[in-house]
């Protein structure tokens, strides 16, 4: 008669994978207890997927792009207020909003490093010694939650970049020093020398502001420069004449918002000079 045969486990060894080999557990081995699905069968217990969690992780993040959003709309509107010179308290709630943004952020950040970190650390267990993954998910949030301080929130990006337009926006508007109270040639020129792209040599439509140099681009023109040069495998000079800068990278750039405003007001003007 036809022995029987137990199905080979494709991680171990076939003596190991068929029962044999020495120790006490003959009959399967350890690593047998994750399938192909990418799934953990925890010891007389349910069946954990990774692959669920992964997911689920994604959804999360998500909502971090949802918050992002938020806090751009946020910017928008206090630069309109200080434009439209708005009273300065409805810019300071729009600036409380962003807090709270930023908490929500910080919270929802904390949330997926501890469930991504309980995934890595389950990965390295052996299957019959499975931790409770959700008291173990909660320690680890709770741990990053209990190190938070009111300064984090200071240090959110997209907080800071709120901080920095408004400042600049003010600074136009509401300042002693603004282009209306220097000479109209000369402010003139000097307008026209800031609107214009180092790359395409016209005037911008969406101008990127580089955080290491300060210098500003044609956000298409400097990303397809990045991009054309990553291709070659080779660095980007900043194309502002006299930059040492040697390494622009797509990360560094950030929108400037207060530069796109001047140039759409300038453009305004020039449409209702041509009109009269």
């Known amino acids: ?15 190991v994978a068929a029962g044999g080999g020495a120790g006490p557990r003959r009959d399967r081995c350890a690593a047998g207890l994750r399938d192909e699905s990418n799934n953990f069968k925890m010891s007389d217990g349910p069946r954990v997927s990774f692959n669920a969690i992964d997911s689920a992780l994604s959804s999360l993040k998500n909502c971090q792009t949802f918050i992002k959003s938020g806090m751009d709309v946020t910017t928008q509107v206090a630069l309109d207020l200080v434009e439209s010179f708005n009273d300065e308290e409805e810019v300071n709630n729009m600036e409380k909003v962003m807090l709270e943004y930023a908490t929500m952020d910080r919270k929802l950040n904390n949330y997926i490093k501890a469930f991504e970190e309980t995934i890595h650390q389950v990965k390295r267990e052996k299957p019959e010694n499975l931790p409770d993954l959700e008291n173990l998910a909660r320690e680890k949030f709770l741990e ?15 907080y800071m970049y ?16 603004t282009i209306e109270q220097i ?26 502001r580089n955080k290491v140099c300060g210098h500003i681009y044609e956000e298409d023109a400097i990303l397809e420069m990045i991009q054309t040069q990553k291709q070659k495998k080779k660095k980007v000079r900043c194309p502002k004449m006299g ?19 001047m140039i759409d007001t300038q453009k305004k003007q020039s449409w209702s000079t041509l009109d009269t």
């Open 144 to 158: 990053m939650e209990s190190m938070n301080s009111d300064s984090d929130l200071q240090q959110n990006e997209k």
């Open 1 to 15: 008669m036809r022995r029987f045969r137990p199905p080979r486990c494709r991680r171990c060894p076939p003596a």
């Open 183 to 208: 000479d109209e040639d000369i402010a003139v020129t000097r307008s026209q020398m800031n609107f214009i792209c180092p790359i395409t040599q016209v005037t911008m439509k969406r101008p990127v």
């Open 243 to 261: 930059c040492s800068h040697v390494d622009v990278k797509g990360s560094d750039l950030v929108q400037d918002e207060i530069l796109k405003r």
């Open 162 to 177: 709120f901080k920095d337009q408004l400042k600049e926006m003010k600074k136009q508007y509401h300042g002693t020093d």
